[in-house]
């Protein structure tokens, strides 16, 4: 059983650049959100998507959008990048649809090992 | 908004002795999950134990388990035999429960805890 895994595993990039980040969810699951954690520090939560859509945002600028395919793999993509974007970037993948969307029945989510993302 | 504040940012055991995390949160929701998450040097956050709000009794897996005050808003984690390989980085999340089966984590700065043999 795949879990959730991400790439590439590390990435250089210089100011001013676009990246993109790729996720692949765990096998079952529908739904991808993505964090980035910097240098000693918790992980931020980025965006969630499911069926396709983005369906929550964290405090992030508009440098950061994401894309979720049909076979519900994701992609994160960032604009014009700064320094302070180095990071590591989390995919966290989870189960929404076809169960009772109560809060009793919150699906837990399976961590990726990240891409660590530094710019120069 | 919902904040986690980990107040401990090294914590040192030795070697199957017994050490305690903090964590305290702030929320004004009544219903919501807690959790710990270990992240070894090898990056992946794995899940370690949670907590559901409504239930009074405090989660247990094998050798961890939590202290799950609710009123006092504390969620502190309890580690049992500490084994070289709890060496870590243990971050406390909080679920943000927004009116859908959305899994928005909200996570404290987290605990660096060396096992010293």
């Known amino acids: 059983d795949a879990g959730v895994t991400q790439s590439p595993t590390h990435l250089i990039k210089t100011r001013g650049q676009q990246v993109t980040l790729r996720c692949s969810p765990k096998?079952?699951?529908?739904?991808v959100s993505w964090y980035q954690q910097a240098l000693g520090q918790g992980p931020q939560f980025i965006f969630q998507y499911y069926e396709e859509e983005e369906r929550q945002r964290g405090n992030f600028p508009d440098r950061f959008s994401g894309h979720q395919f049909p076979n519900y793999s994701s992609e994160l993509n960032v604009n014009a990048l700064l320094l302070g974007d180095s990071a590591l970037y989390l995919c966290?993948?989870?189960?929404?649809?076809?169960?009772?969307?109560?809060?009793?029945?919150?699906?837990?989510?399976?961590f990726g090992d990240g891409t660590r993302l530094s710019i120069l | 908004a919902q904040t986690v504040t980990q107040s401990q940012p090294e914590m040192s055991v030795q070697e199957a002795e017994t050490v305690t995390l903090s964590c305290t949160y702030d929320?004004?929701?009544?219903?919501?999950?807690l959790f710990w998450y270990k992240q070894p040097p090898s990056r992946q956050m794995i899940l370690v134990i949670r907590q559901e709000a409504y239930k009074q009794q405090n989660a247990t897996e094998n050798r961890f388990s939590v202290n799950f005050q609710k009123a006092a808003k504390s969620f502190s984690l309890k580690i049992s035999d500490s084994q070289l390989g709890d060496a870590a980085m243990y971050f406390c999340?909080?679920?943000?429960?927004?009116?859908?089966?959305?899994?928005?984590?909200?996570f404290g700065t987290g605990t660096l805890l060396a096992v010293q043999p």
């Open positions: 096998s079952g699951h529908d739904t």
């Open positions: 966290a993948s989870s189960l929404s649809s076809g169960v009772d969307l109560s809060f009793y029945s919150n699906q837990p989510q399976h």
């Open positions: 999340a909080y679920n943000d429960y927004y009116g859908g089966a959305t899994n928005k984590l909200i």
């Open positions: 929320t004004s929701e009544s219903d919501y999950y």
